[in-house]
């Protein structure tokens, strides 16, 4: 399979979103602009309320900008209609939550093709088994929910979101039903799929040591951007987020460590 070309696989351009009005108005995101690169694992991280879930949700067209845009590859999302949108969300981009969101009923193999089956379309197989082979569900697949463990639910979920080699897949809080060992077990295979498929993943966390398995870390602040870090590691990531809980940032900025 090619490497991938580090070309832009999202972006946010001046990116705001804004909730309610007067005294209850509350600036979720204020002018943010991102590039998420294709073949690489960025984590985003903040204080609690500081934007990360909004921005995810804008960017993977889950939620709409008050002002700004965001593009999926070449796409903007505002020049779409209810249903291209929804097709665009189908056929390029993968979610995974930190709900497992499976089907009781269904086996694990019939979770990860029902958004195909949906859509009309049939797997590449061979994607398929490398997908499955990768993240160790081979003996799973005729198992439904119950009779897996969290973890492999959640590899479940994670298999269902590459099935149909998405553009990109987000992770609102990926391991945060998961121990420790299940969390690090289900990380290793996002960055796995970075790594062996090419495949682009954001991820929204508050675990500096998820955090670690990232190629970049992204921190929001009050709505803004105000830092990255590359090759990032759980103690930096913490001791910037210590630090991070102190300040208020008065400028819109990425400020390079």
Known sequence: MPRP????????????????????RVVALDRVSIAFREGEFTAIMG????????LMHCAAGLDSPSSGSVRIGTTEL???NDRQLTKLRRD??????????????LSALENITLPLAIAGRRPDQQWLDRVVAMLGLSQRLGHRPAQLSGGQQQRVAVARALASRPAIVFGDEPTGNLD?????????????SVRELGQTVVMVTHDPVAAGHADRVVFLSDGRLVDEMT???????LDRMLR??????????????
């Open 5 to 24: 070309t580090n070309g832009i696989a999202a972006a946010t351009t001046d990116l705001s979103k804004v909730y309610g009005s007067g005294d209850t």
């Open 92 to 105: 390029r981009i993968g979610f995974v939550f930190q709900a497992f969101n499976l089907l009781p009923t």
């Open 78 to 80: 505002s020049t779409l």
């Open 244 to 257: 991070l809980s102190g300040e208020n940032p008065q400028t819109p900025g990425v400020r390079s460590r």
């Open 47 to 54: 204080p609690s309320g500081c934007g990360k879930s909004t």
């Open 231 to 237: 090759r990032p590691t759980p103690d930096r990531v």
């Open 180 to 192: 420790s060992r299940a969390g690090a077990e289900v990380l290793g295979f996002l960055r796995d």
